[in-house]
């Protein structure tokens, strides 16, 4: 598989579709809401967006569908030419706003990329050659569901029932044999539309497969009341003979350590955020809300049945959102902890629908807690909390919300005042004798 510059253009874009640069654009607004930081120094040229890093997303000369599709090509590293690894990917917005199909193709195929290159199951999970959810033979790394259609509810039902099949582990004999990529392989998963007229799609490195479609039709996936469309993306690696770990990029993510790393799917409680300790902003990331990290794995993949990072919903468990939650010390610093809050399912789906009309600015929303915090521990935990909106700043990345005040006696008191720095922090974070005291921040 070649990289896509080297295709030649057989026609021009239509008139109704945003030019290359413009879309990968938006794309790199989506990398970042979904990863703050992951784009740094990202440059867009020609018709690609290239990391420093070695990795870069083009666009594809459009080659089927309407004005409004997008094929796009993921190259995780451009430093082994001639010939570029690359997998690829087609999305079109559900809506008339583009916007909608750079962020769909950033939580599958992108959050695929994002997982090759961290490998730490931060983006997407991770399926062994004798995985019982994967793919015999090949190594895979698998996306999330993105719920597409219009109606909150029947997205998840068709999200949670796309997972549930386990699909490329079912069908896996219809399509394995054309697995051509000695380094890796794309396969979408598609099914969508309306009640009586359900279409299942599975597309391996960009082109419909017939058989695997029709296998995957077979499998009996339940039919919406309304027209509704889920999809999720997974690449398939070769694994050595005598099996062990497959060969990755050796371009790798470095996101600074200000940056918030998703840990969707870190198991442990609690971590420190960024790759370093720096005394005088510290903070801690809380990888899962406190309720889904209580559950044992196996129930845990199942009842999460969307994770993208900022946003995990939970079957019979809730919807939560990562959210900003500073506390003040003694010492003028700040503590920041990266926690969640359970939001009622009709507030959460108001912020979305503010995230794409760029109308978060001054919004204020309910929520409680869900995570245990610091000293406090449980007493917190579940708190009702006020949250201001996120802000999208000029270059398109969006920032978290933050808790701003809670009715709650004890947590109210923890956000209003300061408190001595050893006993929240303890003593991680030491700050060097020599400094001296920052000013509090405002």
């Known amino acids: ?55 870069a997303v083009a666009v594809a000369p459009p ?8 094929d796009l090509v993921a190259l995780p590293d451009v430093g082994l030419q001639p010939d570029v690894p690359c997998f690829t990917d087609c999305v079109v917005p559900m809506s008339a706003d583009p916007q909608d199909a750079a962020n769909t193709w950033v939580q599958t195929a992108g959050a695929c990329l994002l997982e090759l290159l961290d490998r730490r199951e931060h983006f997407a999970d991770h399926a062994g050659h004798d995985d019982e959810r994967g793919v015999p033979g090949w190594h895979m790394i698998t ?42 392989n794309g396969i979408k998963v598609f099914y969508g539309g309306g009640p009586g007229a359900m ?8 082109e419909r497969h017939e058989a695997a479609s029709a296998a995957m039709a077979a499998l009996g996936l339940p039919e919406p009341t309304t027209f509704t469309a889920v999809r999720f993306y997974a690449l398939l690696l070769p694994v050595p003979a005598g099996g062990g770990e497959p060969s990755y990029p050796t371009a790798r993510l470095d996101l600074s350590p200000a940056s918030v790393q998703p840990n969707a799917h870190v198991h442990g409680a609690v971590r420190d955020c960024g790759g370093h300790l720096d005394p005088e902003r510290p903070g801690f990331d809380l990888a899962l809300p406190h309720l889904v990290a209580q559950l044992p794995e196996e129930e845990r993949k199942r009842r999460v049945k969307s994770d993208t990072g900022a946003i995990i919903v939970a079957e019979g468990i809730g919807n939560f959102l ?23 399912a009709a507030v959460i789906d108001d912020f979305v629908q503010r995230v794409h009309r760029d109308d978060l600015d001054g919004h204020l929303f ?4 869900g995570n245990a915090i610091g000293p406090w521990g449980e007493d917190v935990l579940r708190a009702p909390v006020v949250l201001g909106g996120q802000r999208i700043d000029e270059d398109g990345s969006v920032r978290r919300s933050e808790v701003l005040e809670s009715s709650h006696p004890l947590l109210g008191k923890v956000l209003s ?14 700050r060097s004798a020599s400094r001296g005291r920052i000013p509090p921040a405002p």
């Open 1 to 55: 598989m070649s990289w896509i510059r080297r295709r030649a253009r057989k026609e021009e874009p239509p008139a109704n579709r945003l030019p290359d640069l413009e879309f990968l654009a938006l794309v790199r607004a989506g990398l970042e809401e979904f990863t703050p930081g992951v784009t740094r120094g990202a440059q867009l040229k020609g018709n690609s967006l290239i990391s420093p890093q070695g990795w």
């Open 417 to 430: 005042e300061s408190w001595p720095a050893a006993f929240v922090l303890g003593d991680r974070f030491p």
């Open 366 to 369: 309910e929520g409680l807690l």
């Open 63 to 70: 080659h089927h569908g309407g004005g409004h599709h997008y």
């Open 143 to 184: 996306s999330g569901a993105a719920g597409l259609g219009r109606d909150v509810d029947e997205n998840r039902r068709l999200q949670g029932a796309l997972l549930e099949a386990n699909v490329l582990h079912r069908i896996a004999d219809s399509f394995t044999r054309d697995l051509e990529s000695s380094f890796l």
């Open 199 to 206: 279409r299942a799609e599975v597309r391996v490195n960009g």
């Open 322 to 344: 990562k959210v900003r939650l500073p506390i003040r010390l003694d010492d003028g610093r700040t503590v920041v902890y990266l926690a969640w809050v359970h939001l009622r």
